[in-house]
């Protein structure tokens, strides 16, 4: 199904947006926030049976969270950690999300293959669009000026919605479906090859995560054409990449069943990464993503490789690294 106003006629320019300074705006909008104070809870829980996936921050000190075991949403309020379960009238998991200053949540429909938008003040559907085709795994989603754009986990493509001037929905017939070429390379006989998305500094481009790539690599991904070409991340491999968050010029990448969260500082064109450090926590168990909110990063812990699937489940809060 699909609902959106009118809007202007769809320009690929608008696709990534008018460069790196309102890129970093929309895509990191709690970056600029003041610290979370001390009495803010570095863990809290999430419904039982939840199987959390993904996770986005904002407008203001409320965190989304997506489910492997179903569409509905979670909210939570990062000063206190209580939160509550947002119904949803999708089917199937939600896994990667962003949201936006509109209200919205962007949301990834996993092998229902959807590129779903939904009204985080009541969960009504408001846009759903159908790509790919069978074994597509839309995985992960991030936000810029022009667009969402969507990873496809099982399939040479990347997906883009693009947004009006006032944030309008685009009708279905000009979703862009964007081969990726180039370097790329895929997984044979439709594995499990890309995962979190970003932008480059520069917010001229895309960086997609390649877990089978040369031992997992980041890619940089140019959005008119799909041509993607290898970061130099000064030999770092990415074979448990999952969420992948810019703020600024650093990147951070969660290594999901490593337990830790690799960190890099890129040049603006992002071509090249410098290794900064690696974070880890003992309160880790299997995170999937990550979102910031000040002096924050706030992690989802998946624990989906632990037989058999347990019952609870939380998110950390660790520091980011300046």
């Known amino acids: 199904m699909h609902r959106t106003a009118a809007r202007r006629p769809f320009a690929r320019r608008r696709l990534l947006g008018a460069g790196a300074t309102a890129a970093a705006g929309v895509l990191l909008p709690a970056a600029r926030a003041a610290a979370a104070p001390a009495s803010w809870p570095t863990r809290f829980p999430l419904p039982d049976d939840f199987r959390p996936e993904g996770i986005a921050i904002g407008p203001g000190p409320w965190a989304w969270f997506g489910s492997r075991a179903g569409s509905s949403l979670y909210r939570a309020h990062l000063p206190t950690g209580r939160g509550t379960l947002l119904p949803t009238r999708m089917d199937g998991p939600s896994l990667g999300i962003k ?9 990834a429909g996993a092998f229902a293959r959807q590129l779903r938008v939904v009204d985080t003040r009541d969960g009504a559907l408001l846009a759903s669009y159908e790509v790919g085709g069978p074994g ?13 754009w969507f990873t496809d986990s099982t399939k040479p493509y990347v997906y883009g919605v693009p947004l009006g001037p006032r944030g309008e929905l685009p009708p279905a017939r000009e979703v862009v ?29 895309l960086l997609v995560v390649n877990v089978f790539q040369d031992g997992g690599s980041l890619l940089r991904v140019d959005p008119r054409t799909g041509d993607a070409r290898r970061v130099d991340l000064g030999g770092h491999r990415l074979p448990d990449g999952d969420g992948a968050l810019l703020a600024g010029r650093t990147l951070y990448v969660v290594q999901q069943v490593q337990n830790a969260v690799d960190v890099f500082h890129l040049d603006a064109a992002g071509l090249r990464g410098v290794w900064v450090t690696r974070i880890t926590d003992p309160r880790f168990r299997i995170p999937t993503t990550v979102a910031a909110y000040g002096d924050r990063l706030y992690l989802p812990n998946s624990r989906f490789t632990e037989e058999p699937p347990p019952r609870e489940y939380d998110v950390v809060a660790v520091r980011r690294v300046r």
């Open 136 to 148: 597509t795994l839309i995985n992960d989603v991030v936000l810029t000026p022009g667009a969402a």
């Open 99 to 107: 949201t936006d200053r509109h209200g919205r949540a962007f949301v």
């Open 177 to 205: 479906a964007l081969r990726l070429a180039g370097e790329w390379r895929e997984a044979p006989d439709g594995g499990f090859t890309s995962n979190g998305i970003s932008v480059t500094p520069d917010g001229r481009a």
